[in-house]
């Protein structure tokens, strides 16, 4: 089965070009952060706060746009705290909206296959009337966490691949 990494995370990555985005762009107060664990994963964990219409925290990765056409699915190494998340990509890093999919974490370490075909255009937690992703390249991914409750996160991440 041929693959291709996106990012594999290690106690010595580089990780300047994974950025947070906070509800404080409009006015919110929730809080995430992103760095290495010391057992090398990527972590990404935080507090959301519903106060002032807020309700989210995102990390994203923008990378050399890279050719996928050779592949029919993302798969996602991670271990997360039992809270649902979202998963999103962009063909266009300059694009308003993103290809997303919702997926679940048990709190154990797991593998999440997200067929690329399958993910849906949304713009501020709205769906799009656009057709699923069907793009020849990608350049940003993302994780985001909105469940519309206050409450603490952790997504640890080891590694992102094409398959």
């Known amino acids: 089965m041929k693959s291709q990494l996106l990012f594999d995370f290690n106690s010595n990555s580089d990780i300047k070009n994974w950025v947070i985005v906070d509800d404080v762009v409009m006015g919110g107060t929730s809080s995430g952060s992103f760095g290495i664990s010391p057992d090398g994963h990527g972590v990404f964990k935080g507090a959301i706060s519903l106060d002032n219409n807020g309700g989210f925290s995102l990390v994203r990765y923008t990378f050399e746009r890279t050719l996928i056409l050779d592949f029919t699915k993302i798969v996602l190494h991670i271990k997360g705290d039992g809270k ?26 797991q593998e999440i296959e997200i067929p ?4 849906y255009p949304s713009f501020r937690g709205r769906r799009l009337d656009k057709p699923n992703f069907s793009e020849a390249y990608i350049e940003e991914l993302a994780f985001l ?6 409450e603490h996160f952790k997504l640890l991440i080891d590694k992102i691949e094409l398959r």
């Open 84 to 109: 649902p998340y979202q998963f999103r990509i962009k063909s266009n890093s300059g694009d308003y909206y993103a290809y997303i999919t919702p997926f679940s974490t048990s709190g154990n370490w």
């Open 116 to 119: 690329l075909r399958d993910m």
């Open 145 to 150: 966490i909105g469940n519309k409750k206050e």
